[in-house]
């Protein structure tokens, strides 16, 4: 491994060695395939939240895949609130339906009280 990583400084920095910085995590990352079991490989001693930010295609490809995921997620929670508004529209006329079955239940109870005490006198 010290081997590609050597290779990705030669890469980075050129053949200048005093250009070097002590440890280049960036390139160590790469050089040691990355996270493996939440750790790098020869990082043991530093903190585990070891945070390499890439560059490149790969960083261009999760950017752009974020954006696509928020205007998804945007669209979704738009979704969401229109069919909370038709879901609250439904319920009010249900609400106006159940009121007019009761009072058509009402009138009908009285035409039919009318229409027995009318014809128990006839």
Do not use: P
Request: no cysteine.
């Amino acid at each position: 491994m010290n081997v590609k990583y050597e290779g990705y400084l030669l890469e980075k920095y050129g053949e200048e060695s005093s250009q070097y910085r002590e440890l280049d995590k960036e390139l160590w990352y790469r050089a040691s395939g990355g996270k493996k079991r939440g750790k790098v490989y020869g990082l043991s001693n530093l903190k585990n939240d070891f945070n390499v930010q890439h560059h490149g295609k790969q960083d261009q490809e999760i950017e752009r895949l974020n954006v696509i995921i928020q205007d998804i997620v945007k669209e979704k929670e738009e979704e969401k609130e229109r069919l909370n508004d038709i879901i609250a529209g439904l319920m009010v006329e249900k609400e106006k339906d159940k009121a007019e079955k009761e009072a058509m239940n009402e009138r009908m109870a009285n035409i039919e009280a009318m229409l027995k005490a009318r014809f128990q006198n006839v």
